[in-house]
């Protein structure tokens, strides 16, 4: 087994009350994150937590309900209030709305060029196709990704209607089974690329120690 890290990649997802749409997020990211990284995947670490958090609540069963069907469990998750010191420690911050990206960086102002939307975040990766950032480990390459989202940016145009997440709560569970699937949609994505950069690191690391091998 690989060691942990001493500084992973940190992900922090963030709706209302961190029951239903970050709740979604974080299980199905680190379920997808388990399966693609394997003995690495603590490289990579999701979070989520909510603006005004039902704390310590379950995951709401419509919610759950979904996240299985994608063959995901949500036992064993508790809803937490999101506070400063978790925007302020995360590599990347992904809010459902704009109004939570506004509230976080009501928290950490500093956390401006690191804080995106989920559905902005993966528009401004799908321009950025192309891009190889660099770096000396994947750490620093999927810092640089981020820093270059946040270039790109203020060349894009967008509404509410392109950037949110709505909320699925006190609705029926096809409101539920949406929200999830535009999270499947945009968010797994997103980690396939910065897995990308770990599959990237590997494969660079083995290249150069395989001469020394012969």
Do not use: K
């Not at 942990?4 to 997802?13: G, I």
């Not at 999101?82 to 500093?110: C, S, W």
């Not at 939307?117 to 999927?142: H, K």
């Amino acid at each position: 087994m690989s060691a942990a890290p001493a500084d992973p990649f940190r992900v922090l997802v963030v709706c209302t009350g961190n029951i239903c749409r970050s709740a979604f997020a974080e299980r199905l990211g680190r379920a997808w994150i388990g399966e693609a990284l394997g003995d690495d995947a603590s490289e990579l670490v999701v979070e989520s937590a909510g603006t005004r958090a039902v704390v310590g609540s379950a995951m709401h069963p419509d919610s759950a309900l979904v996240l299985r069907g994608y063959g995901v469990e949500a036992d064993g998750f508790r809803a937490r209030q999101l506070a400063e010191e978790h925007p302020a420690q995360a590599d990347l911050v992904l809010t459902m709305t704009r109004a939570h990206r506004n509230q976080v960086l009501g928290l950490a102002p500093r956390a401006l060029a690191r804080t995106f939307t989920l559905r902005e975040a993966a528009a401004l990766l799908s321009a950025l196709d192309d891009l190889e950032p660099e770096g000396d480990d994947f750490v620093a390459r999927a810092r640089a990704l981020v820093r270059a989202m946040a270039d790109a940016r203020p060349g894009r145009s967008a509404t509410r209607t392109d950037d949110d997440v709505w909320d699925p709560i006190n609705q029926p569970i096809e409101a539920h089974e949406e929200a999830g699937e535009l999270i499947v949609e945009t968010f797994l994505p997103l980690l396939r690329r910065l897995a990308d950069l770990r599959s990237a690191e590997a494969c660079g690391t083995a290249a150069a120690e395989e001469p020394a091998a012969r």
